[in-house]
């Protein structure tokens, strides 16, 4: 939450201070000065010219504070395995969830009309007291395939939190990337942890989210087209 409100800080200081610098700039190239009465506690009122440099030296002062908000970093206290493996299964869940997922344990859903999407949290079999290595496993949902495909015992029934294994198409963040290999993110006693959580969010933002946005009705989905690619058995 406060990584929202921090991102948010620094767009709406962006902003004011392209403004201002908006208004210095018109000001300097119009020669144009503001003038206005300012009227003192204890003295009559006097004028006051505002000259091009006011705005601009404004604007300044908020790019300087929002360059300040956008590199501070929050101080963390000392976490064995378990606390960074915590930290960031919690960081996962608030940025799902101000994209309107809900949770239940590891697994997240979206509901958008007749489609759905999942994002699943693996870990892996083999982690133990030294590593912890987990991945993401994410899926479009659609009523059509369950009822088609899943619904066994024919009741017609559709899951009101479906599981990525439900879905009609299946696939690993690692598919979504650029090199389209299976990834796997590794927490261990050396790992800087807000490093790694970076690198997960921008997975998410520029890859997930978008992947999910492709598919906005169950006329988009073409089940099976993409489950586990070679290299990403689970």
């Given at each position: 939450?406060?990584?929202?409100?921090?991102?948010?800080?620094?767009?709406?200081?962006m902003?004011?201070?392209?403004?201002?610098?908006?208004?210095?700039?018109?000001?300097f190239v119009?020669?144009?000065?503001?003038?206005?009465?300012?009227?003192?506690?204890?003295?009559?009122?006097?004028?006051q010219?505002?000259?091009?440099?006011?705005?601009?030296?404004?604007?300044?002062?908020?790019?300087?504070?929002?360059?300040?908000?956008k590199?501070?970093?929050?101080?963390?206290p000392?976490?064995?395995?378990?606390?960074?493996?915590?930290?960031?299964?919690?960081?996962?869940?608030?940025y799902?969830?101000?994209?309107?997922?809900?949770?239940?344990?590891?697994?997240?859903?979206?509901?958008?009309?007749?489609?759905g999407?999942?994002?699943?949290?693996?870990?892996?079999?083999?982690?133990?007291?030294?590593?912890?290595?987990?991945?993401?496993?994410?899926?479009?949902?659609?009523?059509?395939?369950?009822?088609?495909?899943?619904?066994?015992?024919?009741?017609?029934?559709?899951?009101?939190?479906?599981?990525?294994?439900?879905?009609?198409?299946?696939?690993?963040?690692?598919?979504?990337?650029?090199?389209?290999?299976?990834?796997?993110?590794c927490?261990?006693?050396?790992?800087?942890?807000?490093?790694?959580?970076?690198?997960?969010e921008?997975?998410?933002?520029?890859?997930?989210?978008?992947?999910?946005?492709?598919?906005?009705t169950?006329?988009?989905?073409?089940?099976?087209?993409?489950?586990?690619?070679?290299?990403?058995?689970?």
């Open positions: 939450m406060k990584d929202k409100f921090q991102r948010q800080g620094f767009i709406i200081l902003i004011c201070s392209a403004i201002m610098l908006g208004i210095g700039i018109y000001m119009a020669d144009f000065n503001s003038t206005s009465i300012v009227t003192g506690w204890r003295s009559n009122p006097s004028e010219t505002i000259s091009w440099q006011t705005p601009v030296f404004g604007a300044l002062v908020i790019l300087i504070l929002g360059i300040l908000i590199i501070d970093k929050p101080k963390l000392k976490m064995d395995i378990q606390g960074k493996r915590t930290f960031v299964f919690e960081k996962i869940t608030d799902l969830k101000e994209n309107d997922f809900k949770k239940r344990g590891n697994h997240f859903f979206k509901s958008n009309g007749s489609i999407y999942c994002v699943y949290i693996q870990n892996d079999k083999w982690n133990d007291a030294n590593q912890i290595s987990f991945t993401l496993n994410i899926g479009i949902f659609t009523d059509a395939f369950w009822l088609e495909c899943l619904d066994f015992k024919n009741t017609g029934i559709i899951p009101t939190f479906p599981k990525e294994y439900d879905c009609a198409i299946r696939s690993r963040i690692g598919s979504l990337l650029p090199d389209k290999e299976d990834k796997w993110y927490i261990t006693s050396g790992t800087d942890i807000m490093k790694l959580w970076r690198e997960i921008r997975d998410l933002t520029e890859y997930s989210m978008p992947f999910f946005a492709r598919y906005s169950e006329s988009d989905v073409i089940p099976n087209q993409c489950i586990y690619r070679k290299g990403s058995a689970p």
